[in-house]
């Protein structure tokens, strides 16, 4: 059974720094591209940043400076570190991990709420 887990989300006020965690079980974790994803309301979901199995990163216009993703494949982990937080990164964060073997796998995560507010 594959699962994604997400924690690390929570309330902080502008300026403030999380690091968000994604847990995944079920999978060879090290070939798996992993992204994090976030969805405010009324607005689509939309990537955050992503890390590929070869450990390359990029990251949304909006978040670069700001924002780092890593994995550690010993752990099954990828991470999210989350600086300078501002309003409008309010949004429920996403796991998702990827995978192209033969055909295509793709998992999400439950989400975790990250609310921006003083």
């Known amino acids: 059974q594959v699962q994604l887990v997400e924690s690390g989300g929570g309330l902080v006020q502008p300026g403030g720094s999380l690091r968000l965690s994604c847990a995944a079980s079920?999978?060879?974790?090290?070939?798996?591209?992993m992204g994090w994803y976030r969805q405010a309301p009324g607005k689509q979901r939309e990537l955050v940043a992503a890390v590929s199995s070869g450990d390359r990163t990029n990251y949304a216009d909006s978040v670069k400076g700001r924002f780092t993703i890593t994995r550690d494949n010993a752990k099954n982990t990828v991470y999210l570190q989350m600086n300078s937080l501002k309003p409008e990164d309010t949004a429920v964060y996403y796991c998702k991990g990827t995978a192209s073997a033969g055909r295509f796998y793709a998992y999400w995560g439950q989400g975790t709420q990250v609310t921006v507010s003083s």
């Open positions: 079920g999978i060879m974790f090290s070939l798996y591209n």
